[in-house]
């Protein structure tokens, strides 16, 4: 029957693809070729470097020692070590570092659909629909933040990011005003730009709802193409903020329901009386939005598949120990293309349906009882997040989702393969040793080298300590098996 499952004997996944993040010795220009400048701040560079054996596009953002303070410095080292922690599709990921004499890189994923800025600048106004889709994946990662007890403190259109010219799905970008929240006290200074700070972020203490007043100024933008508060000077601006007072009403708002006046009412109110960025994620307007969708466009057949797809594989998903998974969870860090990668986020963010940025139990049972039929049980959707749950809190969290959902296929094609050994081979010397392999894989906590050693040497019988190519392809089978 199709919805019987015997889950088969498995160990908890403990790795986290997160886990990876490489800090370099070597020089950046012997993985990357760097190309042009792609966007620059007060302190850094960036640009579109691509990975020489990948292939895959990157942000570099490069900063020059001499122009940091040392307390710039910790505050740079501070955002690096935040992003690392988060794990949300809709937030910008920190691959890996590099660090020379006069510079450092820190490698960054690429977005080339450019910003939200730029798309608001092009397109004047966007429909409801599409403002509620950008809007909500917005309210998506901030709540994911909240709970996590952080404030992005910039929210604006230049930091979000589309990840390419084909799709809606954005991207929140530049964590440098970050800061974590302290339960037993407000936060006080004054963080952000003009045009989105809340009223009592300028008055100097604050609490995170100043980032879902950030949201409900962008909404309003998305909508109108204007600010709701605006103004010939920062100062202007600021003092209309604080008077509190925009319009609802009027021929540039003659368009918009009344559904989106409600909610942006609830946002670009005072403190005390505003939604959290959860309440908001569920407002009534998004419901009404994705209906009127989904009534007038036909049944994406591709995206089922990919859930279907996804599904199956954490179905299937099976690994005897942390070898194993500490390879995948490498490879899906470094070695996935933005392609494959998209495809996941789609399932993903199809099967969060609360916005928090994980997967309960009941989303995803909801999702197999959908894609699956009725019969799929609890007792089988209990079994695989005790498989995925790395974390061990009941939940299925982004890269735990990758992690056990990606098609370990991909991984095997020869072009993959040959990319990947190369990376590995240090030295270059077209061999890989054991302890090139532990340089890579041993950045996991989880990994046990003792394991690798047994696999490494399946591979090689004679004990010669390193492997040719075709050796590796045989390990690399075994692993993801």
Not at 185 to 209: N, W
Request: net charge negative.
């Amino acid at each position: 029957m199709r919805g019987t499952f015997e889950a088969p004997e498995r160990e908890r996944v403990d790795v986290n693809p997160k886990e990876f993040y490489l800090k370099h010795t070597d020089q950046i220009k012997d993985h990357y070729d760097i190309h042009e400048v792609v966007g620059e701040g007060a302190l850094s560079r960036v640009k579109r470097g691509v990975h020489k054996l990948s292939q895959v596009t990157r942000a570099i953002k490069v900063v020059r020692k001499e122009d940091l303070e040392w307390g710039d410095r910790g505050k740079l080292l501070d955002e690096i070590e935040l992003l690392k922690e988060l794990d949300h599709p809709n937030i910008g990921q920190v691959i890996e570092m590099f660090e020379d004499k006069k510079k450092m890189y820190f490698v960054n994923e690429m977005f080339s659909g450019g910003s939200l800025y730029e798309a608001v600048g092009r397109d004047l106004a966007f429909s409801e629909l599409k403002a509620a889709k950008v809007t909500r994946q917005l309210l998506s990662a901030v709540s994911y933040l909240h709970a996590q007890n952080i404030v992005h403190g910039d929210i604006k259109p230049q930091n979000i990011h589309f990840r390419s010219p084909q799709e809606e799905m954005i991207k929140l970008i530049d964590f440098a005003t970050s800061r974590r929240i302290n339960a037993e006290h407000a936060m006080h200074g004054v963080f952000g730009t003009s045009y989105y700070l809340a009223p009592e972020v300028i008055e100097g203490t604050y609490s995170e709802k100043c980032d879902v007043w950030s949201v409900g100024v962008i909404l309003y933008i998305l909508l109108t193409g204007e600010p709701p508060f605006n103004g010939a000077t920062d100062q202007e601006v600021v003092d209309q903020i604080k008077a509190g007072e925009f319009a609802l009403e009027g021929e540039h708002m003659s368009h918009v329901s009344q559904e989106v006046k409600d909610l942006l009412s609830q946002l670009l109110t005072r403190e005390e009386n505003r939604l959290t960025a959860q309440e908001a994620f569920h407002h009534p307007w998004f419901e009404l939005c994705k209906a009127i969708e989904e009534e007038g466009e036909e049944v994406d057949h591709a995206k089922q598949q990919h859930i279907h797809r996804a599904l199956s594989n954490l179905r299937n998903f099976s690994t005897k120990h942390k070898v194993k998974q500490s390879a995948l969870g490498y490879l899906v860090q470094h070695f996935m293309s933005m392609s494959e990668k998209a495809e996941l986020e789609q399932v993903f963010n199809a099967l969060d349906t609360s916005g928090d940025g994980v997967l309960s139990k009941d989303e995803l049972l909801d999702g197999y009882r959908k894609y699956y039929g009725d019969d799929f049980n609890e007792k089988e959707v209990e079994a695989l997040i005790g498989m995925a749950d790395a974390s061990e809190d009941g939940l299925i969290g982004y890269s735990e989702f990758m992690l056990t959902c990606v098609n370990t296929e991909k991984f095997q094609t020869h072009a993959k393969l040959e990319a990947i050994f190369n990376e590995l081979d240090i030295d270059k010397n077209n061999r890989i040793s054991l302890d090139e392999l532990n340089q890579f894989l041993g950045s996991s906590e989880h990994m046990d080298k003792e394991a690798l050693a047994e696999e490494f040497a399946q591979v090689d019988p004679t004990g010669q300590g390193e492997i040719t190519f075709s050796q590796f392809q045989v390990l690399i089978t075994n692993l993801l098996q």
